[in-house]
């Protein structure tokens, strides 16, 4: 996670004395910048930030159904705001304009730093470090805890999972496939395996193979062999078993894949 980014997050929630989810209302942040939030089709796009003359509109995709999605959302443009045009303003830069697609938003890597940032700092400001430890620590990670998490924090399943593998103390993958090829992958540091080659295809061995097929996957969590994903790892163990819960988006022809160690 950017340094920066998290600390301009934190610092916000300091100044406005957000102390908990329920005190975090995402409008009146960015009312007080005169930053105004609609909802409208945005062609392609899902995300929106556009300064001039002192007045700031963010806009968001009318076509995002989920929530959670929403307030991600809504909190990437903000850290657009932050991060870069607050910073534009010192210098005496008065117009900015942000426009982000759906894989700006979802992806932790990208060629634009810049997006990586907003993303950083959405997930710092809905789910902030400090207060995601307290929430997850002691309890067992699985489906239920995700689910619990999600809901304590109004973010999306595949937010919080996110979120978990780079804050949460149990053994976490998450992959984001799409077209069945790997796009990329958060891995923490308690996982026993850590590699996986970006761009390879998605493992016939894992349930989310079934999606690409056009077939049924599990709404609940699966045993899987380690070999589904983690076949080139140096650390690879024979008849190895993980837990593998995935999260399908039809709308992109992609899949969230979590993995947990049992």
Same mark, same amino acid.
């Given at each position: 996670?950017?340094?920066?980014?998290?600390?301009?997050?934190?610092?916000?929630?300091?100044?406005?004395?957000?102390?908990?989810?329920?005190?975090?209302?995402?409008?009146?942040?960015?009312?007080?910048?005169? !930053?105004?939030? /609609? %909802?409208?089709?945005?062609?392609?796009?899902? #995300?929106?930030?556009?300064? *001039?003359?002192? &007045?700031?509109?963010?806009?968001?995709?009318?076509?995002?159904?989920?929530?959670?999605?929403?307030?991600?959302?809504?909190?990437?443009?903000?850290?657009?705001?932050?991060?870069?045009?607050?910073?534009?303003?010192?210098?005496?830069?008065?117009?900015?304009?942000?426009?982000?697609?759906?894989?700006?938003?979802?992806?932790?890597?990208?060629?634009?730093?810049?997006?990586?940032?907003?993303?950083?700092?959405?997930?710092?400001? !809905?789910?902030? /470090? %400090?207060?995601?430890?307290?929430?997850?620590? #002691?309890?067992?990670?699985? *489906?239920?805890? &995700?689910?619990?998490?999600?809901?304590?924090?109004?973010?999306?399943?595949?937010?919080?999972?996110?979120?978990?593998?780079?804050?949460?103390?149990?053994?976490?993958?998450?992959?984001?496939?799409?077209?069945?090829?790997?796009?990329?992958?958060?891995?923490?540091?308690?996982?026993?395996?850590?590699?996986?080659?970006?761009?390879?295809?998605?493992?016939?061995?894992?349930?989310?193979?079934?999606?690409?097929?056009?077939?049924?996957?599990?709404? /609940?969590?699966?045993?899987?062999?380690?070999?589904?994903?983690?076949?080139?790892?140096?650390?690879?163990?024979?008849?190895?078993?993980?837990?593998?819960?995935?999260?399908?988006?039809?709308?992109?022809?992609?899949?969230?894949?979590?993995?947990?160690?049992?």
């Amino acid at each position: 996670m950017n340094v920066l980014a998290k600390a301009n997050a934190d610092k916000l929630l300091k100044n406005l004395y957000i102390d908990s989810p329920d005190k975090l209302d995402l409008e009146s942040i960015a009312g007080i910048d005169n !930053l105004f939030i /609609e %909802e409208r089709n945005l062609a392609g796009k899902e #995300g929106e930030l556009v300064l *001039k003359d002192g &007045l700031g509109v963010i806009s968001i995709d009318s076509k995002i159904a989920e929530p959670g999605q929403k307030r991600f959302t809504i909190a990437h443009e903000l850290g657009h705001y932050y991060n870069e045009a607050v910073p534009g303003f010192r210098n005496g830069q008065s117009d900015f304009y942000f426009s982000c697609s759906g894989e700006d938003i979802r992806s932790i890597y990208n060629k634009n730093i810049n997006e990586v940032n907003a993303n950083d700092f959405a997930a710092e400001l !809905l789910m902030p /470090e %400090e207060w995601f430890k307290k929430f997850t620590t #002691g309890k067992k990670f699985d *489906k239920k805890l &995700l689910s619990e998490t999600a809901g304590y924090f109004s973010t999306s399943l595949s937010a919080t999972a996110l979120r978990y593998a780079e804050a949460g103390n149990h053994p976490t993958a998450v992959i984001m496939s799409k077209d069945g090829m790997v796009k990329w992958r958060k891995i923490n540091s308690y996982f026993p395996f850590q590699f996986i080659r970006p761009g390879s295809e998605v493992s016939s061995l894992s349930y989310s193979f079934e999606f690409y097929k056009d077939k049924p996957i599990p709404d /609940e969590p699966e045993l899987i062999l380690s070999d589904a994903w983690f076949a080139e790892d140096f650390k690879y163990k024979k008849d190895y078993f993980l837990f593998e819960q995935n999260i399908p988006m039809y709308k992109y022809n992609a899949v969230l894949t979590i993995l947990w160690d049992k």
